[in-house]
Every structure is written in C-alpha cells, then in structure tokens.
C-alpha cells in the first residue's frame, strides 16, 4: 500500500505565498508520476501541477507562473511553492501518485488552503 500525508496548508492573504508538501511511504516504486489536485466547495476535483520521476512537469492554466512543483526523490516527497496566491486558490489541495503498469491513484486526505481578499 502507499500512504500520502500532506502537510503545509493553512490561512493567507491575497497575493501571499504557500509551500505544500506531500511525503509518501510504503510500495512506492522509483518511476511514478507525484502530483496535486484541489478541490473547492461545490466544484469538481481539478488538476493543479504534476511532475514525473524524471522531472517532466504538466501545469494548470490557472497554476502557470504562479505555482512551481518539485520532488526530492530520495526523500520521497513532492512539494508545491504557491506564489500570488488568490481567493480562488482556496480549496482543499490533494496529493496524488500514479504509479505501475495499470496507472494506479493513490490519494492523501488533503490540507486545506483558504486565500482572504
């Protein structure tokens, strides 16, 4: 099994800025793509950024230029730098792997982002 525990979230201002992290454990394989989605009240779960194990990174329109992903893999764990924050960032952030032959999700609980104006 894999585990996913989030850590960084919380409260800031409009235009702050916010580091998520995202360290995994268990049956994690060395090729896998680690990443975040969010989810805001009453939407649907979206992408934000993702980054492969060699570092091939895919972002969100509304993440472009403002967010940057990373990962350490010896540590396991994939990070999100969230810069110019907005009240529209606010949201549940939601760590993902994807990983093996049949591309499977694996999904940790979450930390809540919350942007004032």
């Known amino acids: 099994q894999v585990q996913l525990v989030e850590s960084g979230g919380g409260l800031v201002q409009a235009g702050g800025s916010l580091t998520l992290s995202c360290a995994a454990s268990?049956?994690?394989?060395?090729?896998?793509?680690m990443g975040w989605y969010r989810q805001a009240p009453g939407k649907q779960r979206e992408l934000v950024a993702t980054?492969?194990?060699?570092?091939?990174?895919v972002y969100a329109d509304h993440a472009k230029g403002r967010f940057t992903v990373s990962r350490d893999n010896a540590k396991k764990t994939v990070y999100l730098q969230m810069n110019s924050l907005k009240p529209e960032d606010t949201a549940e952030y939601y760590c993902?792997?994807?990983?093996?032959?049949?591309?499977?999700?694996?999904w940790g609980k979450g930390t809540l982002v919350t942007v004032s104006s």
């Open positions: 268990g049956n994690i394989v060395s090729r896998n793509t």
């Open positions: 993902n792997v994807r990983q093996g032959y049949y591309a499977v999700d694996y």
């Open positions: 980054i492969t194990s060699g570092g091939n990174t």
